[in-house]
């Protein structure tokens, strides 16, 4: 099963709530701009920060193009976290 949510989407979840976004793209992608409020935490190091996603809270991740959140939202899924992958990610945005 895929779990996904589209830009539109979050962008009408972020004008009534706070959504927990991870940005997993690279330090020189994100200079660039990241979403307001989202948390920058690298692809790699995803694993490292397991400890702070807690199973009882959605969390929606983003890259530069959906291919990498959708594998850090796989991953996520694998260790019961509620992830979910932004298609297209910030190209979509």
Do not use: W
């Not at 979403?35 to 190091?45: C, D, E, F, S, V």
């Not at 530069?64 to 959140?69: D, E, K, L, T, V």
């Amino acid at each position: 099963m895929t779990y996904e949510i589209s830009p539109q989407d979050l962008m009408k979840k972020m004008d009534s709530e706070e959504p927990h976004i991870i940005d997993v793209r690279e330090d020189y992608e994100v200079q660039m701009g990241m979403l307001k409020g989202a948390t920058h935490i690298p692809m790699n190091t995803i694993p490292d920060h397991m400890p702070e996603f807690k199973q009882d809270e959605p969390y929606y991740i983003v890259c530069a193009h959906g291919i990498r959140s959708e594998k850090v939202t796989e991953y996520l899924r694998d260790h019961d976290i509620k992830a979910f992958n932004v298609t297209g990610g910030m190209a979509a945005f």
